[in-house]
């Protein structure tokens, strides 16, 4: 006891429950909440911090298509106090309501092949033609695959095997 006297330090008094009241413990280091809630707090801040910046984006009418912000991977600094954490309603982005609709390409429903309409759940089989098939359709000649695979074959054979051509020698 005196050594944690000497050094300042002191020893937690009990166990902390999470401020959250999930039932788990929580600690300092993760402002008395549990790992699960702190995880969810910060996912949540992350969050809103995107969204509040691309609608700055929008408003500002300086949004690209093709540009895209990281994810921040460091925490954000947060307050030490109690937080309310509400349920956010699942909204689409506003990138996606933009795209128009022949660029979407949204699958709903099950899996089901596009030849014979087959469900096929998990064991379906993905064609380099980008659509799904049945065990019986998988094969391009049995689905009249539009893929090229000759020339899919040429051009592999062509970035595997660069042509070499030595310096010719002048002659003396």
């Known amino acids: ?3 944690s006297k000497e050094t300042g330090c002191q020893a937690p008094e ?6 959250n009241n999930c039932g788990f413990f929580g600690s300092a280091a993760t402002m008395n909440m549990c790992s699960k809630c702190h995880k969810d707090m910060i996912l949540k801040q992350q969050q809103a911090k995107l969204a509040a910046s691309s609608i700055e984006n929008i408003v500002n009418g300086s949004s690209n298509s093709n540009e895209k912000e990281p994810l921040l991977a460091n925490p954000v600094d947060v307050e030490a106090g109690p937080l309310e954490l509400k349920a956010a309603s699942p909204q689409p982005s506003p990138d996606l309501a933009s795209l128009p ?3 979407m390409k949204v699958k709903e429903g099950p899996n089901r092949c596009t030849t014979c309409h087959k469900r ?3 064991t379906g089989f993905s064609c380099r033609c980008g659509n799904l098939f049945c065990s019986t359709h998988r094969y391009s000649d049995k689905h009249d695959c539009p893929f090229d695979y000759q020339a899919a074959g040429r ?4 970035k595997a095997n660069p042509l070499v051509k030595a310096e010719k020698l002048d002659k003396i």
Request: proline share 5%.
């Open 1 to 3: 006891m005196e050594s």
């Open 14 to 19: 009990g166990p902390i429950l999470c401020i």
């Open 101 to 103: 609709n022949s660029e």
């Open 120 to 122: 096929v759940g998990l």
């Open 155 to 158: 051009d592999a054979i062509s």
